[in-house]
C-alpha cells in the first residue's frame, strides 16, 4: 500500500467524502435523490416539514436557540443535558417554529419527503439529510430548488 492509499486500496486524495450517502429513488416519481449523514462539525439541525418536502436551518447561534437552550440548561443538570439533549431541545424548538407555508409543522423526527413531489420516501433511514444527487448539467435547477426548499431566516414564531 502506497502513502496515498487507504486500507481499502482507494486512493484517498480521491475520497473526498467521507460522509456516508446514498441513493434513493422516490416510489412515486422515480426521481433519484441523494441521502447524506450529517456533517459531525455541523452548526446546526435541519427540521423537516410534517406535510411537504420544505425543511428549517436551525443554527445553534441563532439567538432563540441559544435561548431555548439555555432555559433547559437551567432546568436540567449537565448529565442529563448531555445524555438527553436532543430529546430535551428538540421539542421546546419545534414548539417556536412558524408552520411551514403549507400549514405542516417541522419536525426533528419525521419522514423524509421526496425534494421533487412531496412523497414520504419508504425505507430511508432516520438521522440523514436528502438532497439532489451530484449533477453538474442540473447543478443551476437543483439549487434554485433547494434554496427555495431550504427556510434559514424568520423562522420562529412570534412570543
Not at 431541545?89 to 419545534?94: A, F, T, W
Request: proline share 4%; net charge negative; glycine share 4%.
Amino acid at each position: 500500500m502506497n502513502e496515498n492509499e487507504n486500507e481499502n486500496g482507494n486512493d484517498s486524495d480521491s475520497d473526498d467524502n467521507w460522509l456516508e450517502q446514498h441513493s434513493i429513488h422516490c416510489s412515486s416519481c422515480k426521481s433519484e435523490l441523494l441521502l447524506m449523514e450529517p456533517s459531525p462539525f455541523q452548526n446546526g439541525y435541519y427540521l423537516q416539514c410534517d406535510n411537504c418536502a420544505r425543511r428549517v436551518d436551525v443554527s445553534v447561534y441563532d439567538s432563540v436557540f441559544q435561548e431555548i437552550e439555555a432555559r433547559l440548561k437551567a432546568r436540567h443538570g449537565p448529565e442529563e443535558m448531555d445524555s438527553r439533549y436532543l430529546e430535551l431541545v428538540m421539542p421546546e424548538v419545534e414548539a417556536r417554529l412558524r408552520p411551514c407555508a403549507c400549514s405542516g409543522h417541522f419536525k426533528y423526527h419525521t419522514a423524509l419527503r421526496c425534494l421533487h413531489c412531496s412523497a414520504v420516501l419508504s425505507g430511508a433511514p432516520e438521522g440523514f439529510n436528502l438532497w439532489f444527487p451530484d449533477d453538474e448539467a442540473n447543478f443551476e435547477r437543483y439549487d434554485a430548488m433547494l434554496n427555495a426548499l431550504i427556510q434559514s431566516e424568520d423562522i420562529w414564531r412570534e412570543t
